[in-house]
C-alpha cells in the first residue's frame, strides 16, 4: 500500500462498509477481477446487499459465525465463462463437483468452505479458482504445498511472473483510486456503475 493511500485511510472509518469495500474489492469494483471475498461484520449484511442492487455484481453467503459473515461478490456471466474453460472445468470434476453449473457449483463450494472454516480440514484448494486466480498458479500451489512460489501478492505465482507482477501492480492501483474516491465522498455504488457504464460503452466503440 503505497504512502498516498495509508494516509487517505488514516482519515477514513475503517468500520464504515463503504471504505471496507474499497479495502477489500476494488479491483472487483474496477473491472479487474471476476469474483472477492469480502469479510465483514454480520449487521453489515443488508448494507452490502443493497448497495450491490443494480451494479451487476452477485453476492453469495459463504459462511456466518457469531460476529462476522465472509461472502463471494462476483459478476456472474465472467465467473460463468471462466469456470467452463477446458482445464478449470476438468479440475473442478476432479474434485468431484457434480455438475459445472455456477449456482449448483457454488452451493456445493460453500459447503466445502464452510466445513473448512469450521473443522480445519480438507482445504478447498477450488477456492482459488472460484476467485479467478490462473489454473496455473493454482496448480503450482497444489503441487508445492503452498512453498516455492515466485512472488506471493494478491496470490502466490508459480508462472507469468512478469504479467502477474504487472496485475498486482494494477489492483494496487485500483485499490488507491477506489479509496481517494470514497474519501471525496463518493459511494460505492455510484463507483460499480460508473465503471462498468464506462467499460460497456468501450466495447461497443
Given at each position: 500500500?503505497?504512502?498516498?493511500?495509508?494516509?487517505?485511510?488514516?482519515?477514513?472509518?475503517?468500520?464504515?462498509?463503504?471504505?471496507?469495500?474499497?479495502?477489500?474489492?476494488?479491483?472487483?469494483?474496477?473491472?479487474?477481477?471476476?469474483?472477492?471475498?469480502?469479510?465483514?461484520?454480520?449487521?453489515?449484511?443488508?448494507?452490502?446487499?443493497?448497495?450491490?442492487?443494480?451494479?451487476?455484481?452477485?453476492?453469495?453467503?459463504?459462511?456466518?459465525?457469531?460476529?462476522?459473515?465472509?461472502?463471494?461478490?462476483?459478476?456472474?456471466?465472467?465467473?460463468?465463462?471462466?469456470?467452463?474453460?477446458?482445464?478449470?472445468?476438468?479440475?473442478?470434476?476432479?474434485?468431484?463437483?457434480?455438475?459445472?453449473?455456477?449456482?449448483?457449483?457454488?452451493?456445493?463450494?460453500?459447503?466445502?468452505?464452510?466445513?473448512?472454516?469450521?473443522?480445519?480440514?480438507?482445504?478447498?484448494?477450488?477456492?482459488?479458482?472460484?476467485?479467478?486466480?490462473?489454473?496455473?498458479?493454482?496448480?503450482?500451489f497444489i503441487e508445492n504445498d503452498?512453498?516455492?512460489?515466485?512472488?506471493?501478492?494478491?496470490w502466490k505465482v508459480y508462472d507469468?511472473?512478469?504479467?502477474?507482477?504487472?496485475?498486482?501492480?494494477?489492483?494496487?492501483?485500483?485499490?488507491?483510486?477506489?479509496?481517494?474516491?470514497?474519501?471525496?465522498?463518493?459511494?460505492?455504488?455510484?463507483?460499480?456503475?460508473?465503471?462498468?457504464?464506462?467499460?460497456?460503452?468501450?466495447?461497443?466503440?
Amino acid at each position: 500500500m503505497c504512502n498516498e493511500t495509508y494516509h487517505l485511510l488514516k482519515r477514513l472509518d475503517l468500520h464504515n462498509i463503504e471504505t471496507q469495500l474499497a479495502l477489500q474489492c476494488a479491483p472487483l469494483f474496477k473491472g479487474l477481477k471476476i469474483s472477492n471475498l469480502l469479510i465483514v461484520p454480520k449487521q453489515h449484511y443488508e448494507k452490502v446487499v443493497d448497495i450491490l442492487i443494480g451494479t451487476g455484481i452477485s453476492q453469495v453467503l459463504l459462511m456466518a459465525s457469531q460476529n462476522k459473515i465472509t461472502l463471494l461478490l462476483y459478476k456472474e456471466e465472467e465467473l460463468k465463462h471462466f469456470i467452463s474453460a477446458k482445464r478449470v472445468k476438468a479440475f473442478f470434476l476432479k474434485l468431484d463437483y457434480k455438475e459445472i453449473v455456477l449456482t449448483t457449483l457454488l452451493k456445493q463450494f460453500q459447503k466445502r468452505y464452510e466445513n473448512y472454516i469450521v473443522t480445519g480440514n480438507n482445504f478447498p484448494h477450488e477456492m482459488g479458482l472460484v476467485l479467478g486466480y490462473p489454473i496455473e498458479d493454482v496448480n503450482g500451489f497444489i503441487e508445492n504445498d503452498g512453498k516455492n512460489f515466485l512472488y506471493s501478492g494478491y496470490w502466490k505465482v508459480y508462472d507469468n511472473l512478469p504479467e502477474k507482477t504487472q496485475l498486482f501492480q494494477r489492483f494496487d492501483k485500483a485499490k488507491k483510486d477506489v479509496i481517494q474516491l470514497i474519501f471525496n465522498g463518493q459511494c460505492i455504488k455510484d463507483i460499480i456503475t460508473r465503471d462498468s457504464d464506462n467499460k460497456q460503452l468501450q466495447e461497443a466503440s
